[in-house]
């Protein structure tokens, strides 16, 4: 049996370590980041990955930074470790210093979409598949060797919340299909050519906002690939309002891009900039929660008036 630390965060390594539990795996430690603030009270909530290793009893390490308590970790002897969306810079000598080695579950088909938001990107840019690579660690950002990769479709109405769940399952069953042949040492990873990488950055707020000049399949995206977090928005009346999902409309428009050309309780059809439509269904506007069209005109139809235009 080989000792192994698993280092992962949020939602999406908790699929990954309960599979490494099931399995039988020895997790001698979790190393994860620190509780933080949550929501409007600033409740410490714990990450996802510490409730469910304290579920199963397995020692937790908090580290602010993880380079400062490398020894701490390697003093738990790992034969392997294991990363999935860890959230910081591993040091080198946890990257060199397990016999096994670093391995890391990544939510693309590396070397495309290297960064930290991958599953955002690939509904961003409108692919119809992506998937799961298992490579080693490198300190370069995720140019490791890859050991094992798996396809997952990407639907066309797909946001990133439903996606962020298949990748997950689809992580933890290809790491423990593929661990016998990484202890065993019966793999021949293969080098990623970096000429063909392409990136996915962490997010900035600038990104969340809906450009109505595009194109209505890029805005669909756009929509679908902030769903359901960040959330994409815009501007309507001079205040914000999320956009938290539209639909695809087939008519073709005469207005301007971002006008509201009709609205009902189905939801309100805004141009895009090949006049063709997005009709929005579920939005919430400044200061107020998030709801449907239909409950937002519902007895005032003025509140979205046909002809103004959003993202002035």
Known sequence: MKRMVFMGTPEFAVPILQSLIESGQEIALVVTQPDRPKGRKKVMTPPPVKTE??????????????????????????????????????????????????????ASLLPELRGGAPIHYAILQGKTKTGISIMY???????????????????????????????????????????????????????????????????????????????????????????????AFTTYEGNVMKIWWGEKDTTTYA????????????GAVVVCGDHKGIRVTNIQPAGKK??????????????LKIGTVMGD
Request: charged letters at 25%; glycine letters at 8%; proline letters at 8%.
């Open 53 to 106: 290793a304290e579920k199963h009893g397995v020692p937790v390490m908090q580290p602010e930074h993880v380079k400062n308590d490398a020894v701490r970790i390697l003093a738990y002897e790992p034969d392997l470790i294991i990363t999935a969306a860890y959230g910081q810079i591993l040091p080198s000598e946890l990257l060199t210093t397990p016999p096994l080695g670093c391995i890391n579950v990544h």
């Open 255 to 266: 207005g301007s891009p971002g006008e509201m050309v009709h609205v009902d309780q189905e």
């Open 137 to 231: 660690m490198a300190e370069k950002l995720d140019a490791g060797d890859v050991i094992a990769q798996r396809e997952v479709p990407i639907t066309e109405d797909e946001h990133v919340g439903h996606l962020h769940d298949k990748l997950a399952e689809a992580g933890a069953d290809l790491l423990v299909d593929t661990l016998p042949s990484i202890v065993d040492g019966n793999i021949t990873p293969e080098k990623q050519n970096d000429h063909l990488a392409t990136f996915a950055p962490n997010l900035k707020r600038e990104q969340e906002k809906i450009d109505w000049q595009q194109p209505r399949d890029m805005v669909y995206n756009h929509i679908r690939g902030l769903h359901p977090w960040p959330g």
């Open 290 to 303: 998030s709801m449907t069209v239909g409950q937002y005109v519902q007895g005032s139809r003025d509140r």
